[in-house]
RNA sequence: CGGGGCGUAGCGCAGUCCGGUUAGCGCACCUGGUUUGGGACCAGGGGGUCGCAGGUUCGAAUCCUGCCGCCCCGACCA
């Protein structure tokens, strides 16, 4: 079988792109640190958005869409937020191009066409949309407002991977606008609650919820909280924050409404998102050497059927009888009609794009009435009665979600390494990376040490953190709980 | 943005050091035939701004200059 995917063992970059461009995910562009999103890729962002829609709405989230450009006196407007993003933003500073008069053909830009004020291309859209809040807000009435986009957002990374950091990419941010403190914090922790069934009921990815130190905070947040998932390499990756804003917006952008007393109150804010960068995180948490993993419940495909050794009208006919009773109990099923290539080919091909069930179905099988079932996860291969094969693969795919996601609970717990000094802490790091939980006193100062020796920050304080009396990892002094270590994507 | 590597057909590469027929090979693709339960075989065929732009030369994929892009490592990054 010919090999084209590298190892995760020689190369796991290399391993990673190789997935990405062999799944047919996405391709390089003419833009440099932007992708082209292709179909299959794409399909599965669109089965995560449609969940992810659907959580959103039932926790009485609506849908609007805010411009893409920023003008820059807005978006200076909140001081730490826009210090925090400046370094990686796209300007737009002319708004047209003429004919070069020196070269035929040749365009450039109207210098006659520049722009009174720059506007730029949002990182994110805090402040284009408390811009717009102060207009809708007038009354504890017009309160909560609670409004998600799904939108792109341009940030000009230094250096890119598709999926993980690109330099424009998708994703979602909810805006919401509250009357009191308490209740736009019980609205960041239940949105953060959602990313967090999300990637574990449906990305079949655990993470760590938690609330990230002063120095890895949302610049503009008073609280950020985070979902960390780690990946095969040992390296976490932030899968989702969600940020109670406290009323920094709001203040910075003249926000405010009267109250029952009829007094005036600054609104409370918060934000959240999550982005395409989950579809790198679900690569990196299932996939093998034979390529993309995928968990059932957002393959664009769950079940494929292939005809052996070629699509012939008997074989297809039954196929199509499987395909529309799947079809019945919401399973996807693609029959593969293709007579050009033949099973080995396609059984590889499905292989590398992570489609979870696959049927092979010839005229042997036919003839004992029954049908061979792949799974990917395990690659196992079960010879089983036509009669009941439907509600064998309903009920597989169902293991498949589970055994992905009990497989990588004990990864991640395999790689959760308490530790209580400092010599350990960087050994254990090297030697098997993961997440290090460890003691610590509380300080930047030392978070900052801990990260130029070793590249590792403190990923979150989990929620769920007992109290624990111990002492820092670093600097000996006492801490009452554990915080989570790790390299970081 | 720094160090290293690479750019030749859709993909993977040889040719570049040392300039010289019509630029090759494997896979893929097209046609015909034989095959067919884990990436089939035979025969024939099509497909190239050699990353881009200048320069040197009788002649450039090959030498020189500049630029662009991609990959790996680092710095940076909520």
């Given at each position: 079988m010919a090999k084209e995917i590298t190892s995760r063992e020689e190369n796991y970059s290399q391993w990673y792109n190789d997935i990405v461009k062999k799944a047919g995910l996405a391709d390089n562009s003419a833009v440099r640190g932007c992708m082209v999103i292709k179909p299959y890729g794409y399909a599965i962002w669109e089965k995560m958005r449609d969940q992810l829609d659907k959580m959103f709405k039932e926790t009485g989230h609506v849908n609007a869409y805010f411009p893409l450009f920023v003008p820059k006196s807005l978006f200076e407007a909140e001081e730490k937020n826009a210090e925090g993003f400046a370094k990686e933003c796209a300007v737009v500073t002319h708004y047209r191009l003429k004919n070069d008069p020196l070269q035929k053909g040749i365009l450039s830009v109207d210098p006659e066409a520049k722009l009174e004020e720059e506007l730029v291309v949002r990182p994110t859209s805090e402040a284009i949309i408390w811009n717009t809040y102060r207009d809708w807000i007038q009354s504890y009435r017009d309160l909560p407002i609670?409004?998600?986009?799904?939108?792109?957002?341009?940030?000009?990374?230094?250096?890119?991977?598709?999926?993980?950091?690109?330099?424009?990419?998708?994703?979602?941010?909810?805006?919401?606008?509250?009357?009191?403190?308490?209740?736009?914090?019980?609205?960041?922790?239940?949105?953060?609650?959602?990313?967090?069934?999300?990637?574990?009921?449906?990305?079949?990815?655990?993470?760590?919820?938690?609330?990230?130190?002063?120095?890895?905070?949302?610049?503009?947040?008073?609280?950020?909280?985070?979902?960390?998932?780690?990946?095969?390499?040992?390296?976490?990756?932030?899968?989702?924050?969600?940020?109670?804003?406290?009323?920094?917006?709001?203040?910075?952008?003249?926000?405010?409404?009267?109250?029952?007393?009829?007094?005036?109150?600054?609104?409370?804010?918060?934000?959240?998102?999550?982005?395409?960068?989950?579809?790198?995180?679900?690569?990196?948490?299932?996939?093998?050497?034979?390529?993309?993993?995928?968990?059932?419940?957002?393959?664009?495909?769950?079940?494929?059927?292939?005809?052996?050794?070629?699509?012939?009208?008997?074989?297809?006919?039954?196929?199509?009888?499987?395909?529309?009773?799947?079809?019945?109990?919401?399973?996807?099923?693609?029959?593969?009609?293709?007579?050009?290539?033949?099973?080995?080919?396609?059984?590889?091909?499905?292989?590398?794009?992570?489609?979870?069930?696959?049927?092979?179905?010839?005229?042997?099988?036919?003839?004992?009435?029954?049908?061979?079932?792949?799974?990917?996860?395990?690659?196992?291969?079960?010879?089983?009665?036509?009669?009941t094969v439907v509600s064998h693969v309903a009920d597989l795919l169902e293991e498949i979600q589970q055994n992905l996601f009990q497989r990588a609970i004990n990864f991640r717990n395999e790689h959760m390494t308490e530790v209580n000094d400092f010599a350990t802490f960087k050994e254990v790091l090297e030697s098997k990376g993961g997440f290090l939980s460890c003691h610590w006193d509380g300080t930047s100062e030392t978070e900052e040490k801990i990260k130029e020796e070793t590249k590792a920050t403190i990923r979150c304080i989990p929620i769920d953190a007992p109290e624990e009396a111990g002492v820092c990892v670093y600097s000996g002094r006492p801490s009452s709980r554990r915080v989570i270590f790790a390299k970081a994507y």
């Open positions: 609670l409004i998600n986009q799904w939108a792109n957002v341009v940030r000009w990374e230094m250096r890119t991977r598709p999926f993980l950091r690109t330099a424009e990419f998708l994703w979602q941010e909810g805006h919401t606008a509250h009357a009191t403190k308490e209740e736009a914090i019980r609205e960041a922790r239940q949105m953060h609650d959602v990313y967090a069934e999300f990637a574990e009921q449906f990305m079949a990815m655990p993470v760590i919820k938690g609330f990230k130190t002063e120095n890895e905070r949302f610049a503009g947040a008073d609280d950020t909280f985070t979902i960390e998932a780690l990946m095969q390499d040992g390296k976490a990756l932030q899968a989702g924050t969600s940020h109670f804003l406290g009323q920094n917006f709001a203040k910075a952008f003249h926000v405010t409404f009267s109250n029952e007393k009829n007094e005036n109150e600054f609104v409370w804010a918060t934000s959240w998102g999550v982005s395409t960068r989950l579809i790198g995180g679900l690569i990196m948490t299932h996939s093998d050497d034979d390529g993309l993993v995928l968990p059932p419940r957002l393959a664009p495909i769950q079940v494929v059927i292939v005809p052996i050794p070629r699509p012939e009208p008997l074989l297809l006919e039954k196929a199509e009888q499987i395909r529309k009773a799947l079809q019945d109990q919401g399973i996807s099923v693609k029959i593969d009609v293709d007579d050009t290539k033949r099973p080995g080919f396609k059984f590889a091909e499905y292989e590398m794009k992570g489609v979870p069930v696959r049927l092979g179905l010839g005229m042997r099988d036919l003839e004992n009435n029954v049908i061979e079932v792949a799974r990917r996860d395990t690659r196992e291969k079960a010879s089983v009665s036509l009669d």
